[in-house]
């Protein structure tokens, strides 16, 4: 049978289990299984414990659920409302001041969270009703806080980069120090465009009166964020300086994370265990999808399906960039039916091989590819950051649609990023080349 007619086969039977309602990790994993004995490749089955085994007991592996747990525990701790305050009383006198330091606090929560849902829900839950009660327009704040939490899983540490790091096997460490930059300069390109849209059409966010603050009083309020700095240095710099690897470093910082909760006297029974729940649910989720999406790579690997698509898209004579573009449109269609691990793990044993084999650097496809799932959180009708913070602002009357026209210009924000990573890779790059 040709290549192409056995992986159509493969695709239509996950789309058909996904369509069963059946969770990604059980339908690769059932599909991978019933594609092993249909070939004839019986043998491998009783390789599959072992293979499980062998995915889950990698050392690396061990930095997601810390790195979760850690997400869960900032959750409850407060920090989120004192990190907005701050930035409120620094930026609140700009045009659009509000959403200004809405994103800001989304990339300063995404720098310790690690999760864009999670940094989305939690913004979300401080900052929209404050906007909403000064007449911000609806569609402008929801979208500057769904796109904001996107840069959870670009700017390091990021749960999607361990995902890609450990599937691809290239360094995580390299991966955190190269996302850096770029998510500086993403979150930059937002905030100057609210500042900017805000200025030009000033009914999308009313300045009305503002009480005055002190230089004081924004000194005591950035002074109350220093957790989240101490959190960011205690993983980012261990990292970088080689005191610590990315495992050793998300232990760092949940003891940090831990200690401060404990200052702050949040650190109660219920606190802890709602955030060992929270973590183990979203853990499970997705060791149980790496185990399924490497039994069904497993499948497509002996089939060569992965070989023969590479050598095929190498052969249709199209440029490099024009390769690139057209898995970013892929991504961008798929991101309206799939979450961004989903999408991950499906496209990674195929998709990484032809980008290799065009000679991409492994650390910048890793970068693009983060990117790349920003946008697909924020299209429709999935969107999962904006489904996220639907649910927050529900109370206020504010519809999927309204969040949806206001993600739009964040959408091209995202995929101008990507363009400035392609003309100049070094954005990515230079730092992790000068680590130690």
């Known amino acids: 049978m040709e290549w192409w007619l056995t992986g159509l086969i493969v695709g239509v039977g996950l789309l058909t289990l996904l ?4 969770p990604i990790g059980f339908a690769a994993g059932v599909l991978g299984v019933v594609g092993l004995i249909i070939t004839g490749r019986t043998v491998a089955l009783f390789s599959i414990s072992t293979w499980a085994y062998g995915t889950l007991a990698d050392f690396i592996l061990i930095a997601l659920p810390l790195f979760i747990f850690m997400a869960e525990v900032l959750a409850f701790t407060g ?13 609140g006198k700009l045009p659009g001041g509000l959403a200004v330091a809405s994103v800001g606090a989304c990339a300063a929560f995404a720098a310790s969270s690690g999760s864009s849902t999670a940094t989305a829900a939690t913004m979300g839950v401080i900052t929209i ?5 000064r007449g911000y327009n609806k569609s402008f704040c929801t979208g500057a806080v769904a796109a904001g939490g996107t840069l959870g899983i670009l700017i390091p540490p990021s749960i999607a980069m361990i995902i890609y790091g450990i599937w691809v096997e290239q360094s995580i460490g390299r991966l955190f120090v190269a996302g850096f930059i770029p998510g500086i300069i993403t979150a930059a390109m937002m905030m100057t465009f609210i500042v900017i849209a805000a200025a030009v059409r000033p009914s999308l966010a009313p300045r009305g ?24 240095l205690s993983i980012m710099g261990s990292i970088y300086f080689g005191i610590a690897t990315p495992t050793e470093a998300a232990a760092i910082g949940v003891v940090v994370v831990l200690s401060f909760a404990a200052f702050r006297r949040k650190l109660t029974i219920r606190n802890l265990s709602e955030a060992l729940l929270g973590a183990v649910r979203l853990s499970v989720f997705i060791l149980v999808l790496i185990i399924g999406m490497t039994i069904l790579a497993y499948l497509l690997t002996t089939l060569r399906i992965p070989q023969e698509l590479s050598g095929w898209v190498v052969g249709l004579g199209l440029s490099k960039w024009g390769v690139i573009w057209a898995m970013i449109v892929t991504y961008f269609v798929m991101g309206m039916f799939l979450d961004v691990i989903g999408m991950l793990m499906l496209t990674l044993p195929i998709f990484y091989p032809i980008a290799m084999s065009l000679g991409f650097d492994p650390i910048w496809y890793g970068i693009m590819l ?3 799932m920003e ?10 950051n904006v489904y996220v913070l639907k649910g927050v602002v ?3 009357g504010v519809r999927v649609e309204d969040i949806f026209k206001g993600v739009v210009p964040f959408v091209a924000i995202l995929l101008i990023s990507m363009v400035l990573l392609q ?4 954005i990515a790059l230079w730092l992790p080349s000068t680590m130690h």
């Open 375 to 384: 946008v697909a959180l924020l299209t429709p009708p999935v969107g999962l």
């Open 129 to 133: 009703p404050e906007m909403l009660k």
């Open 423 to 426: 003309i100049w890779p070094q």
């Open 79 to 91: 920090l989120s409302d004192d990190l907005f305050d701050a930035l409120d009383k620094w930026m």
């Open 19 to 22: 369509a069963s309602g059946m």
């Open 209 to 232: 009166e503002s009480t005055r603050v002190t230089w004081r009083e924004r000194f005591i309020a950035l002074f109350k964020v220093w957790p989240i700095v101490a959190v960011f």
């Open 370 to 372: 983060v990117l790349n």
């Open 394 to 396: 529900d109370p206020y």
